[in-house]
């Protein structure tokens, strides 16, 4: 991998490990929160959250695929991730193998 290409890669694997911990708070601290003691505000902000850095994770899986030369199946692969809990942790570990790289 080039230089730009471990930029890539980097922004991408920060990224998408901030969004997987924000989709794991959200799933197993908030809406317990909300469903068992009745306090729907975390939720509300953690959800909030959670939805920009989403959106921020599919906008950047395209260029990262297109920089990385990443086949289809592997962007297919990424975007899965981000609906799947603990999704971003194992595409990321898969990642680093495949590219032979310690990010």
């Known amino acids: 991998?080039?230089?730009?290409?471990?930029?890539w890669a980097k922004r991408f694997k920060w990224i998408s490990l901030i969004e997987g911990v924000s989709f794991l708070?959200?799933?197993?601290?908030?809406?317990?929160?909300?469903?068992?003691f009745d306090?729907?505000?975390a939720v509300?902000?953690?959800g909030w959250?959670?939805?920009v850095l989403f959106i921020?994770?599919?906008?950047?899986?395209?260029?990262?695929?297109?920089?990385?030369?990443?086949?289809f199946g592997r962007t297919f692969f990424a975007l899965l991730a981000s609906i799947l809990p603990f999704g971003p942790?194992?595409?990321?570990?898969?990642?680093?193998?495949?590219?032979?790289?310690d990010l």
């Open 1 to 7: 991998m080039n230089s730009e290409q471990t930029k």
């Open 25 to 36: 708070v959200l799933l197993f601290i908030a809406m317990p929160l909300k469903y068992m």
């Open 39 to 41: 306090q729907p505000l």
């Open 44 to 46: 509300t902000y953690v």
């Open 49 to 51: 959250v959670h939805g």
């Open 56 to 71: 921020l994770y599919i906008y950047i899986v395209f260029p990262t695929s297109t920089k990385l030369k990443w086949e």
């Open 89 to 101: 942790f194992i595409f990321d570990r898969n990642l680093k193998k495949s590219q032979h790289v």
